[in-house]
């Protein structure tokens, strides 16, 4: 197949990168090029999505395009149920130097889009209609209006567009993606597009922290050790002598707390499996929900600790600045509002039943541990630690609404979790309140 990747240069677009071309796939690559190189095999076009001739070097400029493919049939392909169409309205993703050919005549079997901007992804369905046969669009669950309800599927509504007055950098992230899914519907129809919506996104190279909070801290606790051990470059102020002796581990008390990670290599090839096998509809693609507490079990199992893990009272924790779920001094995974604990707890039978495979969840942490001490290693031991993009084009977002795309600003802040000097303060204060 051919197929056109808008972005391809971040985190997730390089894995489903790797993927295709693992299959054999033909795969060119259309980004700024900033967040880095694409996967070597690759074919890269130079462009600026926010631009208009955006898309001058992978559509034809005269040629005739293929016919329009919004009402043909599609038997012989794979399907899965839908959501009522009713949710979708008509309404009006080589290296970075290489500079962008000149125009041609491409064809694309699919086309793979990556992006958090409702303006962008308009643009690229009304240019790439006429000239692609596919167009999967990675959304988001927080496309939902509501993340309240737990286990519900697809058919849960997702946000209205946003005001046409409302500036683009206004617009929420789920918002967005709501509507960038309604755009990509209303240009290629429910019978050439796909909607992928994935939650939390982890695994090896998560420039987040997200999902490398728990087994790298219980690793560093087991050893006794601070986090010098897993950071290349730590400050002063992460900097703690080691004792020798397994350490305490400070958790919110929430074990009913559902989570969902899917490995970021999981779902690459879920996406490429569906272009490949012409599947279309909507999925949620995540895990199955998993209560906080034996999501913490197996952090522990894979990181070999024993030492006690300190429950700490949510209404305490923010009292003492503690942040739920991302960014710095958060406890990762953790969301104090119930109102969201739906976000982790969504039906994704359908996305099994078409083929996603999950691998278990201690080996999604065993390799973040050993990525993460793979990064650590002086420079000449070891390559650049994998995601460290800033690109607009990039794919995963540190907010608890946004799971799709890391922006320049999430990836200039540190990583998500406590330092070790912080734990240990709150521990003290725990311990003596």
Known sequence: MRILVLGGTAWLGGEIVTAALASGHEV?????????????????????????????????????????????????????????????????????????????????????????SLEQVRAAVVALEPHADAYLFVSSTSAYASQSERNADENAATFPDPDPATPAADVPYGVAKAAAERAVRAAFGPDRSTLIRPGLIGGPGDPTGRSTYWPTRFARAAEGTSTTTLVAHPSDNERMPPTGAQRPVLAPAVPDLPTALIDVRDLAQFIVRVVERGIRGVFNATSPGLPFSEHLAVARQVADYTGPVVEVDERWLLDHGVSPWAGPRSLPLWIDDRDWWGMND????????????LRPLADTLTDILSAEKAASSPPAASSAVTGEESDKDADTNTDKDTDTDTDTAARNNPRAGLLDADEAQLLTAWGSR
């Open 28 to 116: 060119t690559c259309l980004a700024r090029g900033e967040s880095g190189r694409v996967p070597t095999g690759a074919r890269f076009i130079s462009a600026d999505r926010d631009q208009p001739d955006a898309y001058a070097g992978v559509v034809p400029p005269t040629s005739e395009p293929r016919p329009n493919l919004a009402n043909a049939s599609s038997s012989g392909s794979p399907s899965a149920s839908d959501p009522s169409t009713s949710e979708f309205p008509p309404s009006e993703f080589s290296a970075p130097e290489s500079s962008a050919p000149a125009p041609s005549a491409e064809r694309w079997d699919a086309v793979i889009d990556l992006s958090r």
């Open 346 to 357: 969504r039906d994704v039978s359908r996305a099994l039943e078409a083929g996603m495979q």
